[in-house]
């Protein structure tokens, strides 16, 4: 067992097997478009497949498209090892959001193989269906499903602006499995990711030991004042929904900054009534999103936003309505997978820090049934979902050996 300690993962190996997927429904940019279940989809999917059989690893596909390639440890009555992330990608995507995930846990595996290392649990790669949401919405719906946070039924139902259904569309690429979704074991889950953020990059660290997900609330906002003639209606007395709106979005910009630095809050979505430039207008919708690692500064936060806005609505005159219609609590991974990542970290020796993500990721679905936890490695400029995402091949190759050695760790603590 400890000749393991010297064992290394090819980079080469890895950033080529990258880039093969990225060929799969290539964008205009040097990115990727490969939306899921579309044929593009289903070849990048062929491919990885291939790729696991012929290292000997048996292929279990379920019904929701979530594709599981085994490999056997030596006791195989212990729930696997499993690691991996998505390959479908925004429309203009990178070639590394999920797709590194996925061949890192390959890569891994690869690793083991080539050097005849047998494990105590079987290990399993995993490619989670629909990660994105892109053509599919809600993001992470497979994962979901297997976490038990969405119906099957509802899942296959969901249709993209074609009118075309998830459910259909895994038979018509024909990945609609025979096992069900969330029926398989996952003895622990780990992920490997790029950061999409430039925290790591900032702080010339190599490795993020991701040791949660955040929290997050999103709200409708809808105030009411009156339309009125932009000439003759003096200002004071205008009851402008859309001034009040103004001074809303600069008190939720202020609200993370006082709860900085690990706080954030956004307005992306809005329209105004009756959009005409020379009247008043009398009504504004607009959408508001906070987030926070911590339970309790979030929902500080709700409370102080809530108020706010009532007051600031109060003094324009318009009626205010803030709903709330979602919000997620903040994830906390598992101490001993976050202990896994951690320990290969540092005895691999590279530079590291402890992190929150701060996107959604299958890993965020999976850790409410599972252990769990991930690893980050920094892209260029935090640069994500966007076809100039790019990562440096020698932090791809860190985060794989982190990835393997953690998977090691893992798969042998049982009875080894
Ligand atoms: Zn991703």
Request: aromatic share 6%.
């Amino acid at each position: 067992m400890s000749e393991t300690t010297q064992l290394r993962v090819d980079g080469k190996r890895l950033w080529e097997s990258i880039m093969a997927i990225g060929e799969i429904g290539p964008g205009q940019h040097g990115g990727s478009c490969r939306l899921a279940l579309t044929d593009e989809d289903r070849d990048g999917r062929d491919l990885f497949i291939r790729w696991c059989e012929e290292i000997g690893c048996s292929i279990t596909v379920d019904d929701m498209g979530n594709i599981f390639a085994r490999r056997d440890g030596r006791n195989n009555d212990l729930a696997p090892i499993v690691a991996g992330s998505h390959l479908d990608t925004q429309p203009h995507g990178g070639k590394f959001d999920g797709i590194y995930g996925v061949l890192a846990a390959l890569e891994a595996v690869r690793t083991l193989h080539d050097n005849d290392v047998s494990t105590a649990a079987p290990v399993e790669i995993v490619v989670w269906t629909n990660e994105e949401g892109s053509r599919f919405a809600p993001a992470m719906i497979s994962s979901g499903v297997y976490a038990g946070l969405f119906e099957k039924d509802y899942a296959w139902a969901i249709t993209d602006s074609d009118g075309k259904s998830l459910g259909d569309e895994l038979k018509r690429i024909g990945y609609m499995g025979a096992a069900s979704c969330g029926s398989n074991p996952i003895g622990a889950l780990l992920e490997a990711h790029i950061e999409q953020g430039p925290i790591l990059e900032a702080d010339d660290q190599q490795i993020g030991v991701v040791v949660g997900g955040q929290g997050q609330h999103w709200y409708d906002v809808t105030l009411k004042g009156q339309d009125s003639h932009a000439g003759s209606t003096p200002m004071p007395g205008r009851r402008d929904a859309l001034v009040a709106a103004a001074e809303i979005i600069t008190m939720v910009q202020t609200l993370a900054l006082e709860f900085a630095p690990q706080a954030v809050s956004t307005v992306g979505e809005m329209s105004v009534m009756p959009n005409s430039r020379n009247t008043i207008p009398g009504e504004v919708f607009f959408t508001i999103d906070i987030r926070n690692p911590d339970e309790n500064v979030l929902a500080q936060m709700a409370a102080q936003l809530e108020a706010r806005v009532a007051a600031i609505a109060e003094k324009h005159g318009v009626e205010c309505k803030l709903d709330e219609i979602w919000d997620k609590a903040p994830v906390k991974f598992d101490p001993d997978c976050i202990a896994a990542v951690a320990e290969a970290t540092s005895s691999l020796g590279y530079s590291n820090q402890q992190m929150v993500s701060g996107a959604g990721h299958d890993a965020c679905q999976i850790c409410l049934v599972a252990p769990t936890s991930m690893i980050f490695v920094p892209c260029a400029g935090g640069l994500s979902h966007n076809e100039q995402e790019s990562a440096e091949p020698a932090d791809l190759e860190a985060g794989c050996n982190v990835l393997l050695h953690a998977m090691l760790k893992l798969a042998n603590r049982a009875n080894a």
